[in-house]
Each structure stands twice: as C-alpha cells, then as structure tokens.
C-alpha cells in the first residue's frame, strides 16, 4: 500500500532500524511509531511533487530524522522543480502541527500526545533544513547557489559545507557526552551526515559527469522554448576539463574562443565542447588541439 501511494520501494536505514529495536526495549515504541509516521508523511510530500514533475524515483529511504529519494535525476532537472521538490517535505509539518494543534484544542485524544506530536514534527522539519547534504536544507541551498555559479563549483561549496556542519554536529555531541549528557542520537545523526558528505565529496567526478551527460537535453530544452545564451568566454590554451566546469545549470552556453590580441576565432555551441569532453577527450587537451579554429 505505502509503495503504491510513493510510487517506489521503501527501505529502513539501519539507523532506523537500530531506533525500532531500542524503542521496544526502553518502552518507547509509540514515541517512536509517532516518528516514523511523521518521517512517512514528510517523504509522501517529497514523493508527490517528484511524481508531479515527472521524475524518476529510485527508491525511498527512511532515516530516523527524515528521509532520503533516491532519483534518476542529477542536475539534469530545473533547479526550480528540484526547489520544490525538496520543500515539499518540511512543508508536510506545516499542516501536521495545525492539525495537532486542533486536536488539541478540541480535546481529541490524549493532549499529552498532541503535544508531543508538535514537538516531534517541529524537530524534524527544522532539522531537515539544515544546510547540510542530503537534507532538504542541503539541497535548497545547493539550488540557491547553482542560480549564480558554475554547477560543479556548486557542488564542491555546498559538499564542504556540509562536511564542516556535520562534523560540528559530531564535536557538539562528543562535548555534551564528555559534560554527562548522554546525546547518541545527535552523535549517530552528526556522524552519519558526515560519511554521507564525504561520500558526496568521493563520487562528485561521477555525479558531474550525468550532469554533462544530460546537458544535451537541457541544451534542447532550452532552444526549444527560446533562451538567451551565457557566453563564456575562453583563450584558445584552455583546457576542455577546465572549461566544462563552467557550465551553470539552468543556463545556455555558447563558448567564445580568443585568440591573440582578443580576437574571437570561433565561437561553438556547449555541445560541442561537451560532446569532445565526453568521447574523445585526451588528458590534458587545449580546445585548440581538437578544434579547427580560425
């Protein structure tokens, strides 16, 4: 049923997992059932506006704090849907604590559980939007920062920051644990955003290559409907690696090659540079070795 509603498998994290187990045996099961449904809800959100847009869904994942989409898409879509897509989720916690709140308020069922109830959906929707990858904060700014920088330069801004957030969490936890105050679960949390950023930071160079892979349906994307093209501007020693790096996400490019003097000896179409990149590039080579140029 629950896959039927997302449109893709669910699976628990071990974390998750770890959390189930725990709850049962201090007590706790309900808090933590609570949780899950809340996490649930907030991954339907992200699960419809995907679908509505029209991606792709690998699969779901459910951490105790939220949860993950696993999508085909990688830089190949809009910044804006991907925006959407990922206020999706915190927005479900919006209507979740008005609907509490008048539960409350009408006497429905135990106040100390709607009370609760708030509490957890405000934990979790302010955390997940911290700017930190892969949470939904993380992805909001990486969004933001692809607006008015080259996407691979964003994806390095943004992984760093998350490395640098994360392990601030983990110092945080290890200093409240050294105080007396046992704090696991901000421990566990801090440590595993910062394996999942380090891993971010590992498979960058295989995560920018699908980015240049589906530049060529961006590239149609963006003719189809008309667009103003996004000069940039290079000399003739430039090398193809370096000049594919400036590409932006949601722009269209044409490649002004200088010679001496700043005269213009070709100007070629972002495909064509991304397409010699991509099948025929030698290490190393200037735009000159493998163009004819004027």
């Known amino acids: ?6 449109g893709a498998p669910i699976r628990l994290h071990p974390l998750f997992v770890v959390l189930l187990v725990l709850s049962v045996v201090t007590g706790y099961f309900l808090e933590t059932a609570t949780l899950f449904v809340i996490v649930f809800i ?11 847009l029209g991606w792709r869904i690998r699969h779901i994942r459910l951490l105790p704090f939220g949860g993950v989409a696993e999508v085909e898409e990688h ?28 539960m409350k308020q009408l006497g ?15 934990a979790i929707g302010l955390f997940n939007l911290l700017p930190i990858m892969p949470l939904d904060g993380g992805r909001v700014l990486q969004c933001l920062v692809c607006y008015g920088t080259p996407y691979r330069r964003a994806m390095s801004i943004c992984t760093y920051a998350g490395l640098a957030l994360s392990a601030l969490l983990v110092a945080l936890a290890a200093l409240r644990i050294a105080a007396g105050d046992l704090q696991l679960n901000l421990l566990l949390v801090g440590l595993f955003l910062l394996s999942s950023n380090w891993m971010l930071l590992r498979n960058a160079p295989y995560q920018f290559l699908r980015f240049l892979m589906s530049r060529d349906a961006a590239a ?16 003739r020693q430039r090398r193809l690696a370096d000049i594919v790096k400036l590409l932006m996400r949601d722009k269209y490019h044409l490649i002004y090659v200088l010679g001496e003097g700043g005269t213009i000896q070709a100007v070629m179409p972002e495909q064509r540079i991304v397409e010699r990149y991509l099948r025929e590039r030698p290490p190393g080579s200037a735009v000159s070795e493998l163009f004819v140029l004027k």
């Open 42 to 52: 907030h991954e339907l959100g992200h699960a419809a506006a995907a679908r509505g």
């Open 220 to 235: 149609a994307r963006f003719i189809g409907r008309g667009t103003l093209a996004q000069p940039i501007v290079v000399s």
């Open 108 to 122: 429905v069922a135990d106040p100390v559980w709607w009370e609760y109830f708030i509490k957890a959906n405000m």
């Open 75 to 102: 830089g190949n879509v809009p910044a804006r849907e991907e925006l959407l897509v990922a206020l999706a989720g915190p927005l479900q916690h919006v209507w979740m604590i008005a609907f509490a709140w008048l």
């Open 1 to 6: 049923m629950a896959q039927r509603l997302i």
